[in-house]
């Protein structure tokens, strides 16, 4: 009696796997895999050793003009700040990379976007209609905007234009940024890792506006998770950026035109 219950409880469970719906096979997946399920995940920026590009004194520059201040992320109510580490030149591996800013609450309606390549030349610029907006903001260089090219150092600078004039003493940030090329191991395990475990890659190859924008992307898709709230202070912590980091998310896309 008891063989035959065991062997009917074994039938029913090949029965129910053979018979559950791939739909669900596959939801059950991808729950299992949701990165901000799972708290050993930890981001950790590790900066490249890269040569510092010929055009500037330094790798960054969280700000000029009246903003000016020996170290910017200590506070938190200047107009600017841009999410960059102010001690090595920031990788992207992307052609029209994205860049994130914070804007405080009494920022100007209008800031012009621009780049410049490697010798200085112009490269994109445009003027953004920000509307008084506030948070951090993303900032992506447009499809139509000449790609950035692998190996080549670029400057971006943002600046606010307060009654619709741009002056000298112009609250101004800038950044360095320079395309590179994936590693093929690198390569290999993003083909394969989930939301969370691409930043985590990232993060360890030292590419840092795809990390800094992925991680924000996903903040902005869970902003009750805490697992990826933590990992945020973490990564802005890292780069000497913690009092941003402890500032209530409220990112926005802002796509260029």
């Known amino acids: 009696m008891n063989n035959n219950l065991s062997r009917a409880a ?17 939801a059950i997946a991808q729950e299992n895999s949701n990165p901000s399920s799972n708290p050993t995940f930890k981001v950790t920026f590790k900066p490249p050793t890269v040569d510092q590009p010929k055009t500037s004194k ?3 520059s969280r700000c000029i003009g009246q903003c000016n201040n ?3 992320a200590e506070n938190s109510s200047l107009p600017l700040v841009p999410l960059i580490p102010a001690s090595t030149k920031g990788l992207t591996v992307s052609s029209h990379p994205t860049v994130l800013v914070y804007f405080s609450s009494n920022s100007a309606s209008l800031v012009l976007f621009s780049w410049r390549n490697e010798d200085s030349s112009d490269h994109y610029q445009t003027i953004l209609p920000l509307n008084n907006q506030s948070g951090v903001i993303s900032l992506t260089l447009p499809d139509d905007a000449p790609p950035l090219e692998v190996g080549k150092n670029y400057q971006w600078a ?3 234009i307060p009654n619709g004039k741009l002056k000298p003493d112009t609250p101004t940030i800038e950044g360095q940024i320079q395309r590179v090329a994936l590693e093929a191991t690198t390569r290999d395990r993003l083909q394969t ?3 969370l475990e691409t930043v985590v890659i990232y993060g360890e190859a030292g590419i840092w506006y795809e990390t800094v924008a992925t991680l924000a992307k996903l903040r902005k898709a869970a902003p009750d998770d805490h697992n990826l709230a933590s990992n945020w202070q973490n990564l802005l912590a890292s780069v000497g950026l913690e009092k941003i980091a402890q500032i209530p998310s ?3 896309d802002f796509h260029l035109k």
Not at 11 to 21: D, E, H, N
């Open 10 to 26: 074994n039938l029913f469970a090949v029965l129910t796997i053979l018979i559950t719906p791939g739909w669900l096979i596959r």
């Open 58 to 60: 330094g790798a960054a």
């Open 70 to 72: 020996e170290n910017q």
């Open 158 to 160: 943002l600046a606010i």
């Open 193 to 195: 890792a989930n939301s």
């Open 250 to 252: 409220d990112s926005s």
